[in-house]
């Protein structure tokens, strides 16, 4: 890596986001972070600087539900870094029940899935000057419950759910990730930018705070020492900067253990996988002119 080299990371204001920040800071990066808060970015900026002191912090705000925000937030980005190192997509939501954007999508696949596909398509340029850049993508073994995948239409579904049912779509979304990763590998094969999905195992983040009594569980799971989210950092950071993962690309990799994960089906097939981007694409830039890429 280069001197203060840049990383960006999206959900950094809390959870694993904000620790994969703490510690990449520590590492000489800069700090290129999402927030929706001003508040919290600021609370964020002044605890990482309770580890880092000098550490060098630049906020981005929108709201990675809407498409529109991630487009104009990937350009200011872009515009003003020639070069980023990292792009951390980690920001995800669990919702309980359905929220649909002002774009017309469900909240869940917005933030989940579209806005990291979104961010990356324009950030590519100054991945690319990197040299050697990595794109590290958020993913989980929660995709093994994903019910049944059906293309195209999951990606514009917005019927109604209930907290029970919550946990397949949101199972779903991390297996999109999965496959948006390989196929974005294989897309990207030859330009220098690894790109890479992980499963950070269970982790007490506030993930589920929508729940009710999400606090006093979370409480006391931190009293038992269940779900640190060191942990699912640890293997955030590793993939960021160890060696060895700079030499593979479309991998999907566990926490504690560091190894290879084979995806459940259809994450793991090369048509399916090909299926989702060209749904993808179709959905978010030819359909939409206010978002092209």
């Known amino acids: ?5 840049v990383a960006v990371i999206t959900g950094a204001t809390s959870g694993l986001g904000q620790l994969a920040a703490i510690e990449l800071a520590r590492h000489g990066f800069r700090l ?14 002044t605890k990482i600087r309770q580890y880092t002191p000098g550490a060098q912090i630049d906020f981005y705000y929108g709201d ?3 498409m529109k925000d991630v487009h104009r937030v990937g350009q200011e980005i872009l515009s003003a870094h020639a070069v980023i190192d990292v792009l ?4 995800g939501i669990h919702a309980f029940e359905l929220r649909v954007t002002a774009e017309g999508f469900g909240e869940m696949v917005a933030v989940n899935y579209f806005a990291p596909w979104l961010l990356t398509q324009i950030l590519q340029p100054s991945l690319m000057k990197a040299g050697q850049a990595r794109v590290v993508n958020v993913a989980s073994e929660a995709s093994r419950r994903h019910g049944i995948l059906q293309l195209p239409g999951d990606l514009s579904d917005t019927s109604s759910f209930t907290a029970r049912g919550s946990s397949a779509l949101y199972g779903k979304t991390k297996l999109l990730n999965i496959m948006f990763t390989a196929e974005l590998a294989r897309r990207w094969t030859g330009s220098g930018i690894t790109v890479n999905a992980l499963n950070p195992g269970f982790n007490v983040t506030g993930l589920g705070r929508e729940l009710r009594f999400a606090g006093a569980i979370e409480r006391m799971l931190k009293i038992l020492h269940i779900g640190d989210p060191c942990r699912g950092t640890d293997i955030i950071i590793r993939l960021i900067l160890e060696p060895e993962y700079g030499k593979v690309t479309g991998g999907y990799f ?4 560091g190894r290879s994960i084979e995806p459940v089906f259809p994450g793991n097939d090369a048509v399916q996988q090909k299926k989702l981007w060209e749904a ?3 959905l978010l830039c030819k359909k939409n002119e206010r978002m092209p890429v």
Do not use: Q, W, Y
Not at 1 to 5: A, E
Not at 32 to 45: V, W
Not at 88 to 91: H, I, P, Q, T, Y
């Open 1 to 5: 890596m280069p001197t203060n080299p």
């Open 32 to 45: 290129i972070l999402t927030a929706r808060s001003k508040e919290r970015a600021e609370a964020t900026a």
């Open 64 to 66: 990675l539900s809407l």
């Open 88 to 91: 951390l997509n980690n920001a």
């Open 254 to 257: 566990n926490v504690g253990t």
């Open 280 to 282: 993808t694409e179709d």
